[in-house]
């Protein structure tokens, strides 16, 4: 596929899947031999995953420094009973009668809008000790989680559809949806266990711009063009600046040179003939670069 190999696929991960294992069955699809992804998603977890293949790799950090860090999601939670995991995929270790009032629960959602201290789940990524807590606890090793602290920027009751209260929730990276849920049970005398995660953003990118893993193996098989879902390596930098060189100083550039140039300290998004050649600093008056395409 040549250079379309260099770009960000905003997968919709389906359940049931790693999001290390789902990113790298879309690079084989594009035959990028380096892949990345922003933002791992729990494996019973689908929605929003931003993957980066090829030079898009080289971008990951500043997106995760400049872009809208914003997760959005959409959750369900059955109440009266919990699981190791916090979630239908694990094994029930506690149950309870107790079925709130609707009333009770949409009361108590407003108690975790804002900055707040959350316990993460025994089995998630979280490092403890030198090593991730799932692994510790897979081993039957007793995990002392430490406490974080997290911004919940929106907490909302959707609906309920039979035994399960489906949520939505917009809060900052590293908030697990399973510990709210855990968590809001617990103001309200009971027990939960959360029956399906959907992110729909994350990083700016929205699940309307998304498409599945299924969808774009048929399509390879079919001999279709994946490439046409391929966005460019800058998507998501927009809240970095532009600036643009002209031949000689983009040479200069390149070869590692710094250059004089206006403006304020900072990172720019560099351009040359409107095509994008890296990330540069700028520190009183010259430009140095940091990332180069």
Not at 2 to 31: C, H, Q, Y
Not at 80 to 93: A, C, K, N, P, Q
Not at 255 to 281: L, M
Request: glycine share 10%; proline share 4%.
């Amino acid at each position: 596929m040549g250079e379309k190999m260099d770009g960000w696929i905003v997968l919709d991960k389906p359940t049931n899947v790693f999001s290390k294992k789902a990113a790298m069955r879309v690079a084989r699809l594009f035959g990028a031999t380096k892949n990345g992804h922003i933002g791992t998603l729990d494996p019973m977890a689908s929605g929003v995953l931003p993957v980066a293949l090829g030079a898009a790799t080289k971008m990951i950090p500043f997106l995760e420094e400049v872009s809208d860090r914003t997760n959005e999601y959409l959750f369900s939670v059955l109440f009266g009973f919990e699981t190791d995991t916090l979630d239908i995929t694990g094994s029930e270790i506690a149950r309870s009668d107790i079925v709130p009032d609707t009333e009770l629960v949409k009361s108590v959602l407003g108690e975790f809008v804002g900055e707040t201290s959350q316990i993460p789940p025994v089995y998630s990524a979280v490092h403890v000790g030198g090593r991730r807590a799932y692994e510790l606890a897979r081993n039957g090793k007793s995990v002392d989680m430490p406490s974080r602290l997290v911004s919940i920027y929106l907490l909302e009751l959707t609906e309920i559809v039979g035994n399960s209260w489906h949520f939505r929730m917009r809060c900052s990276p590293g908030t697990y949806v399973r510990s709210v849920a855990r968590d809001i049970a617990k103001r309200c005398g009971t027990l939960a266990t959360v029956d399906m995660i959907r992110r729909t953003q994350t990083s700016g990118f929205t699940l309307k711009n998304a498409v599945g893993l299924d969808f774009l193996e048929k399509l390879v098989n079919n001999g279709g063009d994946v490439g046409q879902y391929l966005a460019p390596i800058d998507s998501g930098l927009g809240g970095i600046p532009v600036l643009n060189l002209n031949d000689k100083e983009t040479k200069l550039y390149k070869n590692g040179g710094f250059i004089n140039v206006s403006g304020t300290n900072g990172y720019v998004r560099v351009y040359s003939d409107e095509k994008f050649i890296g990330i540069g600093i700028i520190s009183d008056g010259v430009l140095r670069p940091k990332r180069t395409i």
